[in-house]
Each structure stands twice: as structure tokens, then as C-alpha cells.
């Protein structure tokens, strides 16, 4: 159980492209979900909190015009890249907490590499 | 701010040998501590985790430890296997803002056959 899939895994476009990414949450209802984003050889940088139903918390830094979060299910959050630059290039993760309580654990998905040519 | 210090940044053991990842935390408050898997090219993996009112919780041959009077956390892995190679992040989510996880700076964990 607690599977989240990630999509695309891989992606490459052109400078200027926004690119969509999904996150479902497969045998479990997420009311809560996170972006992350790591570098190479890093630690997991978290972007963004989801809650359905509402806006996206951002975190510090990041700017909510170029990361657009949409949580619009249970089950399922995007996270659109609007303009990527070279400098967007970058894993990106998501995971889900179990809607069912306090402190249950986020799960995560296999992440999306963005190649932004 | 949260902080959680990870140590060491790498570690090569011995197939079987045991390996030991530990992590201080800062927020006195934290009651959550998971445990993730990292392998190249994919999601973290969640593989243990352990809540502020117990001291130690083992799963086969992986054990997790908690001193909450002084902050630490450590993860244990026992007879390990060359599949264990893998980069570990611990974590630790705190009563203040409890849905985010403050991770580690990752431990790359390397067994020889």
C-alpha cells in the first residue's frame, strides 16, 4: 500500500515551455501534499505544501507565479513549471501524507527530471 | 530555525558488517522521526520510523533508536547486504508546523561484497 505515482519521470523542452507534472496519491486519500526539489548529491529542498480544496503554502524563496500548485482531488496535485529556464533543471518530488491522522508518514514518488534545454 | 545534522556523509562497510547513521535534531518539540531509502534515480522510500514516546523499534534487520534528552536519533542496519547501497535521509516533523519533514543532509551508504 501507499503508492504515489509520479509523471512524467523525465522530461526535456525548450526554454520558454511549461511543463506539467502530476502526483496521485493510488490507494490512499491525501488531503496533504508536498513538493520537493533536489540538486545533485543534495538533500530534499521542500518547495511547496498542498491542501485540496486550498491554496498552496509556499516556502520561502520560492516564487508561486513560476510554481504553480494545484490540488484539486484527493488524490492528485500538479505542479506546473510556467516559463522554464535552464536554471529550472532539477528533480522534482512529491509525496503524500495519509489523510487518516496526525504524523502519518509522507510517502513519496520517483521524482520527475526536468531537463530544460 | 529546525535543524537536523546528519553523520557521516559516507560510509562503506563490509557486506554483513553493521552500519550506523546518526541524526541530531533542534527543535525540542519534534515527535515524528522517519527514515528514508534513496537509490539513484528514484523517490525516497520510507524504511523505518519511530514517534517521541518510544525509545527504540526494530523492523528485521533494521533498528532505529531515540534520545529525546539529547535530541539524537540513529539508524541501525545489521548483516548488510550489497542491495543496502543507497542514500539515507533521516528526518524529524515537529509539533509546530507538523506537516513538514526537516531532512538530513543524507548519508551515501556503500557495501562491498
Known amino acids: 500500500g501507499a503508492v504515489v505515482s509520479q509523471h512524467p519521470s523525465w522530461v526535456i523542452c525548450k526554454s520558454g515551455t511549461s511543463v506539467k507534472i502530476e502526483c496521485r496519491s493510488l490507494?490512499?486519500?491525501?488531503?496533504?501534499m508536498f513538493w520537493y526539489r533536489q540538486f545533485p548529491k543534495q538533500s530534499l529542498m521542500l518547495m511547496a505544501t498542498?491542501?485540496?480544496?486550498?491554496?498552496?503554502?509556499?516556502e520561502q524563496g520560492v516564487e508561486k507565479d513560476k510554481f504553480l500548485i494545484n490540488h484539486a482531488s484527493l488524490t492528485l496535485s500538479t505542479l506546473t513549471v510556467t516559463s522554464a529556464h535552464p536554471e529550472d533543471s532539477s528533480f522534482y518530488i512529491c509525496?503524500?501524507?495519509?489523510?487518516?491522522?496526525?504524523?502519518?508518514?509522507?510517502?513519496f514518488g520517483d521524482g520527475t527530471r526536468l531537463s530544460i534545454l | 530555525g529546525e535543524n537536523v545534522e546528519q553523520h557521516p556523509s559516507t560510509l562503506s562497510v563490509q557486506e554483513g558488517d553493521s552500519a550506523v547513521i546518526k541524526c541530531t535534531y533542534s527543535?525540542?518539540?519534534?515527535?515524528?522521526f522517519p527514515w528514508y531509502k534513496q537509490e539513484l534515480g528514484k523517490g525516497p522510500q520510507l524504511i523505518i520510523d519511530?514517534?517521541?514516546?518510544?525509545g527504540e523499534k526494530k523492523d528485521q534487520r533494521i533498528a532505529v533508536t531515540l534520545n529525546k534528552t539529547a535530541k539524537h536519533f540513529s539508524l541501525h542496519i545489521t548483516e548488510t547486504q550489497p542491495e543496502d547501497s543507497a542514500v539515507y535521509f533521516c528526518?524529524?516533523?515537529?509539533?509546530?508546523?507538523?506537516?513538514?519533514?526537516?531532512f538530513g543532509t543524507g548519508t551515501r551508504l556503500q557495501v562491498f561484497p
Open positions: 509525496s503524500a501524507r495519509d489523510a487518516g491522522g496526525d504524523n502519518q508518514p509522507q510517502h
Open positions: 490507494d490512499f486519500q491525501a488531503t496533504t
Open positions: 498542498s491542501n485540496e480544496g486550498s491554496k498552496a503554502t509556499y
Open positions: 527543535d525540542s518539540a519534534s515527535n515524528y
Open positions: 519511530i514517534r517521541s514516546n518510544v
Open positions: 528526518a524529524a516533523v515537529g509539533l509546530v508546523v507538523t506537516d513538514k519533514l526537516i
